[in-house]
T-cell receptor, first 113, second 112 residues
Framework: EAGVAQSPRYKIIEKRQSVAFWCNPI?????LYWYQQILGQGPKLLIQ????????DSQLPKDRFSAERLKGVDSTLKIQPAKLEDSAVYLC???????????FGPGTRLTVL | AQSVTQLDSQVPVFEEAPVELRCNYS??????LFWYVQYPNQGLQLLLK??????LVESINGFEAEFNKSQTSFHLRKPSVHISDTAEYFC??????????FGTGTRLQVFP
């Protein structure tokens, strides 16, 4: 069974530029999550989708971050414009929902200079 | 609101020695508890989880954790570690929703 796919794996940009990350969840998983993991910290949930609807985006900085999950499968997370403090690993996860196990992708390491 | 505390940021240990990684949580309602492991340059992988039933849960690679409701703890243990166990370990909690709250992680470093 294929796991959660993410691209790119690494991205370096300058502050005020924009960047986008892509995630393809495990087939059949209705719930998709984006997490931000800053160095030395645990992952923090940014946004959660159930199919193509947003369940929780309370910790998403909506002035610069946006995410979508068209057709309830793939998802993209965008940052525009990026700030230095956005440097982190962005993790995508998927599950069947509820307390079911969340399966994580390898992450995208973003460096903002 | 729920929270997770991992008191030890780093745990150095020699190969074949026992290890315990501590995790305490705070919640006013019933919880589900998880341990995830993150190897270098990889995503998080589920190690084990407690949902209900037996308070002692085990993983396939020799780790175990015990849910202690009175002490609000879910410590991870292994009687004999290997070099390959070197990784970052994250404790996480959720309630009747599926929003995971992670601790700050414990880096386990196994020396030969």
């Amino acid at each position: 069974e294929a796991g959660v796919a993410q691209s790119p794996r690494y991205k370096i940009i300058e502050k005020r530029q924009s960047v986008a990350f892509w995630c393809n969840p495990i087939s059949g998983h209705a719930t998709l999550y984006w997490y931000q993991q800053i160095l030395g910290q645990g992952p923090k949930l940014l946004i959660q989708f159930q199919n193509n609807g947003v369940v929780d985006d309370s910790q998403l900085p909506k002035d610069r971050f946006s995410a979508e999950r068209l057709k309830g499968v793939d998802s993209t997370l965008k940052i525009q414009p990026a700030k230095l403090e956005d440097s982190a690993v962005y993790l995508c996860a998927s599950s069947f929902g509820g307390a079911d196990t969340q399966y994580f992708g390898p992450g995208t390491r973003l460096t903002v200079l | 609101a729920q929270s997770v505390t991992q008191l030890d940021s780093q745990v150095p240990v020699f190969e074949e020695a026992p290890v315990e990684l501590r995790c305490n949580y705070s919640s006013s309602v019933s919880v589900y508890l998880f341990w995830y492991v993150q190897y270098p340059n990889q995503g998080l992988q589920l190690l084990l989880k407690y949902l209900s039933g037996s308070t002692l849960v085990e993983s396939i690679n020799g780790f175990e954790a015990e849910f202690n409701k009175s002490q609000t703890s879910f410590h991870l243990r292994k009687p004999s570690v290997h070099i390959s166990d070197t990784a970052e370990y994250f404790c996480a909690v959720t309630t009747n929703t599926d929003k995971l709250i992670f601790g700050t992680g414990t880096r386990l470093q196994v020396f030969p």
